[in-house]
């Protein structure tokens, strides 16, 4: 479990992370999302130690990481896929963190194999792609088999087949009950990846939910209807109380009326219906909502 209390990081003048309390728990896939220069990057490295923090805490499984002495066999991590020595192979590269952390060399070739990089475990990785060396980051988190993973971005440069195996690998680690963080700026990845979401905006908490109930928070839910008759049904909606848009194929798309009395009124119109469904924001809209006040970077409308 990872716990943050309060945790506060300035430089100077700028505050980088402001009082966030948050709780990652085990069992879950939580996704850590925020806008560019959220802070997000900054609060994964005040959770490893790699800097102190102005005020708080972060913790793992009620201790600081600094303070735990088994390095990769409590916490794995993929920060920076790119921040590993090229004229390494992939192979040296894993070894080398297995004797810093005391872990059996055999687990080397485990992770590779369960990575797909066997075959160029003996390359040097200044010759990987970006998708092999996010695979060969995320072998390197899972080197000590530990219980608390975290990653940052870990979907740059992965083909499709190498993100579903993500996509996959993160459930089934969150299945063995580890605790599993995952930052990204990908929300279609997300909302099929994620149970949880930890949301931030200009380093303060947005949300700390599920999924479900970030996307619910954005207040766009609606009914898709299709009708026999969609205009007949269209004016007797409106008039109601709800409002009409037109949706693609013929379909209407309505606000300010539920499933259940749309279809009360079409029965009382005798009104075939063909389709009803209820929708709720996407994730990446309930995003865009939540924190259109936190971005600090906002690209203008083409001249």
Not at 95 to 124: M, Y
Not at 142 to 159: K, M, W
Not at 201 to 207: P, V
Not at 244 to 255: F, Q, S, W
């Amino acid at each position: 479990m990872i716990e943050v209390t309060e945790l506060t990081k300035r430089y100077g003048r700028t505050t980088a992370v402001e009082r966030l309390t948050f709780t990652v728990r085990p069992g879950h896939v939580t996704g850590f999302l925020g806008p560019n220069g959220a802070g997000k990057s900054t609060t994964l490295r005040l959770i490893l130690g790699l800097n102190d923090p102005t005020g708080g805490t972060a913790t793992v499984d009620g201790r600081p990481f600094r303070s735990r002495p088994r390095g990769l066999r409590d916490v794995g991590a993929l920060l920076d896929a790119g921040d590993v020595h090229g004229g390494r192979s992939g192979a040296a590269q894993l070894r080398a963190l297995a004797r810093a952390n005391a872990i059996p060399a055999a687990r080397v070739e485990e992770v590779l194999h369960e990575v797909g990089l066997t075959k160029a475990a003996g390359r040097r990785i200044r010759g990987y792609s970006l998708g092999m060396k996010q695979r060969l980051g995320i072998a390197g988190a899972l080197l000590g088999d530990p219980p608390v993973l975290l990653f940052d971005e870990p979907l740059n440069g992965l083909d499709p087949e190498g993100v579903l195996w993500v996509r996959g690998l993160f459930r089934r680690l969150a299945a063995e009950g580890r605790t599993v963080f995952v930052s990204s700026h990908l929300m279609a990845e997300m909302e099929h990846t994620a149970d949880r979401l930890v949301v931030i905006g200009r380093g303060r908490l947005i949300a700390d939910e599920s999924l479900a109930e970030f996307s619910a928070r954005a207040g766009r839910t609606g009914v898709t209807v299709r009708a026999a008759e969609p205009d007949r049904l269209a004016a007797v909606l409106t008039a109601a109380g709800a409002t009409i848009r037109p949706g693609p194929d013929g379909a209407l798309a309505v606000t300010g009326l539920d499933a259940t009395r749309i279809g009360e009124l079409a029965l009382e119109q005798r009104l075939l219906l063909h389709a009803l469904t209820t929708r709720t924001a996407s994730l990446e809209e309930a995003f865009m909502e939540l924190t259109a006040d936190s971005v600090d970077y906002l690209a203008g409308e083409p001249r």
